[in-house]
């Protein structure tokens, strides 16, 4: 049983510890100035298509390598509400690190809204 838990507890903060650096290379691609000229990423939808790309290609990697079905088992139509959300919510974040760091931006989506 302590097995377990130490091993949930190892995959835990390996995941918080790929969470932190992934949002520190997020705020440091849409904030720091680049090259001679000091200039600053300007296209957040180019880093959401790379982003969507590396997780195709990560996820068919896993279902071929474990030998899942590629069908689709829900509607194609819940698959797209959902991925437009997805890719909606990811550019506005990346858009807000323009304006605020990251931590800011963590707090302000950990939020939730008073009724």
Do not use: H
């Not at 190892?10 to 790929?18: D, H, L, S, W």
């Not at 819940?78 to 858009?95: F, H, M, P, R």
């Amino acid at each position: 049983m302590w097995v377990s838990a130490l091993w949930g507890s190892i995959y835990a903060a390996g995941i918080i510890g790929c969470l932190l650096v992934y949002g520190l290379l997020q705020e440091r691609i849409m904030s720091e100035p680049y090259g001679e000229a000091g200039d600053i990423f300007k296209v957040s939808v180019f880093l959401v298509l790379c982003n969507r790309l590396v997780a195709v290609c990560f996820a068919s990697g896993m279902m071929f390598g474990k030998g899942e079905a590629v069908k689709n088992m829900a509607p194609l139509w819940k698959y797209c509400a959902i991925s437009l959300s997805n890719v909606g919510a990811t550019w506005c974040q990346y858009e807000a690190l323009k304006y605020v760091s990251f931590p800011v931006q963590m707090l302000g989506k950990s939020f939730k809204m008073m009724p």
